[in-house]
């Protein structure tokens, strides 16, 4: 469904990316894996049109993205739950899972999507007329990755789910990531907890430094010396579901 070819890019002097490649089959989850400013961020930036790649190519279901504006990537079908979550606090529940739905038109399966969110995620449903700032930090998360599921996307990029988030809920997290995929949902999950997401990723990339350092399947990755050493020592169990 993705690939990512030989994508260099920069900030300024900085090379954020130097030539990674990657895939994303559809109906998979792939894990992108590594330390804070290995790239992973920059890699989802510049598949959202958010990063301008110096070179390489993005092929989005057989089509060249990479140059093409965000709103041209959102209606192809590609949503991103970014870092931070980035909701609007102000704004309901509700509010902020309408605002994913912004460029759709077709009314009755936008109420249907509603309420499989409702169903996905019901503390959602419980606070849906609460303002999304009063929201801890846990269902802020959700409210991050259902509205970003309101455009109804074929590829779901999650940058960092997990990220502050307590044990428990990280374990809810992964369960409802795990959902969505089995209802066909195609993820690429960025994480730093690597333990966590290689136990549900079908395949992993490792970056560092702005390069894949190590790819295989999720059992391979989790076995190898040398991510065991760097990235698992301290990582906490989790076990989705």
Same mark, same amino acid.
Request: charged share 20%; net charge positive; no cysteine.
């Given at each position: 469904m993705l690939e990512v070819l030989n994508l260099h890019v920069s900030y300024g002097a900085v090379r954020a990316l130097d030539g990674v490649s990657f895939e994303v089959p559809q109906g998979g989850i792939v894990a992108l894996l590594g330390a804070n400013g290995s790239g992973k961020t920059t890699a989802l930036r510049a598949i959202t049109g958010l990063a301008a790649p110096l070179e390489g190519r993005i092929v989005f279901a057989g089509q060249e993205i990479q140059g093409r504006p965000t709103h041209e990537i959102i209606r192809a079908g590609i949503a991103l739950a970014p870092e931070g979550r980035r909701i609007f606090a102000n704004l309901t529940v509700y509010e902020n899972l309408l /605002?994913?739905?912004?460029?759709?038109?077709?009314?009755?399966?936008?109420?249907?999507?509603?309420?499989? /969110?409702?169903?996905?995620?019901? *503390?959602?449903? =419980? *606070? @849906? $007329?609460?303002?999304?700032?009063?929201?801890?930090?846990?269902?802020?998360?959700?409210?991050? !990755?259902?509205?970003?599921?309101?455009?109804?996307?074929?590829?779901?990029?999650?940058?960092?789910?997990?990220?502050?988030?307590?044990?428990?809920?990280? @374990? =809810? !997290?992964?369960?409802?990531?795990?959902? /969505?995929?089995?209802?066909?949902?195609?993820?690429?999950? !960025?994480?730093?907890?690597? #333990?966590?997401?290689?136990?549900?990723?079908?395949?992993?990339?490792?970056? =560092? $430094?702005? *390069? !894949?350092?190590?790819?295989?399947?999720?059992? =391979?990755?989790? #076995?190898?010396? *040398?991510?065991?050493?760097?990235?698992?020592?301290?990582?906490?169990?989790? $076990?989705?579901?």
């Open positions: /605002l994913g739905a912004y460029f759709r038109r077709d009314q009755p399966a936008l109420t249907q999507d509603l309420d499989f /969110l409702y169903d996905t995620f019901p *503390r959602l449903a =419980e *606070r @849906r $007329t609460q303002a999304a700032g009063t929201l801890s930090g846990g269902e802020q998360q959700m409210l991050a !990755v259902g509205r970003a599921l309101m455009s109804r996307p074929r590829l779901l990029l999650l940058d960092e789910p997990s990220l502050g988030l307590a044990p428990l809920l990280v @374990r =809810e !997290v992964f369960h409802i990531i795990t959902r /969505l995929n089995q209802r066909g949902v195609t993820i690429l999950l !960025v994480e730093q907890n690597a #333990a966590a997401a290689l136990k549900i990723a079908r395949h992993g990339y490792v970056l =560092e $430094t702005g *390069r !894949v350092a190590l790819a295989g399947s999720g059992a =391979e990755l989790l #076995a190898h010396p *040398r991510l065991k050493q760097v990235y698992l020592g301290d990582a906490p169990e989790t $076990t989705p579901g």
